[in-house]
């Protein structure tokens, strides 16, 4: 069993950055593809960005390409969220996911097995 604990989130105003840290409880992150994934109240939870275990391949919606960059040190066992430029609609809840293997990513939130308990993040305009 993994526990992941994301932190980093806070309030900020449009155009500002955060960085999320998600922190897993053991080194078997470094055999996990990982993933951010962000909700918003009556929403379905959305996909943000992926990598694979070895830092090999990363994936990311549309609407943060460009402002959000996906990374990982196996070694501190963590796994961040560099967030730049954000925008109002970027206001969510946050959460880490792991999934059981190194690759490939996926961007589905079925396809992720161990799940932090989120963060909370809020741009304001």
């Known amino acids: 069993q993994v526990q992941l604990v994301e932190s980093g989130g806070g309030l900020v105003q449009a155009g500002g950055s955060l960085r999320l840290s998600c922190a897993a409880s053991d080194g078997s992150i470094g055999s996990r593809a990982m993933a951010w994934f962000r909700q918003v109240p009556g929403k379905a939870r959305e996909f943000v960005a992926a990598?694979?275990?070895?830092?090999?391949?990363?994936s990311y919606i549309d609407s943060v390409k460009g402002r959000f960059t996906i990374s990982r040190d196996n070694a501190k066992k963590t796994v961040y969220l560099q967030m730049n430029s954000l925008k109002p609609e970027d206001t969510a809840v946050y959460y880490c996911?792991?999934?059981?293997?190194?690759?490939?990513?996926?961007?589905?939130?079925?396809?992720?097995?161990?799940w932090g308990q989120g963060t909370q993040v809020t741009v304001s305009s």
């Open positions: 990598i694979s275990g070895r830092s090999t391949s990363t």
């Open positions: 996911a792991a999934r059981n293997t190194v690759s490939p990513i996926s961007e589905t939130a079925g396809g992720y097995n161990y």
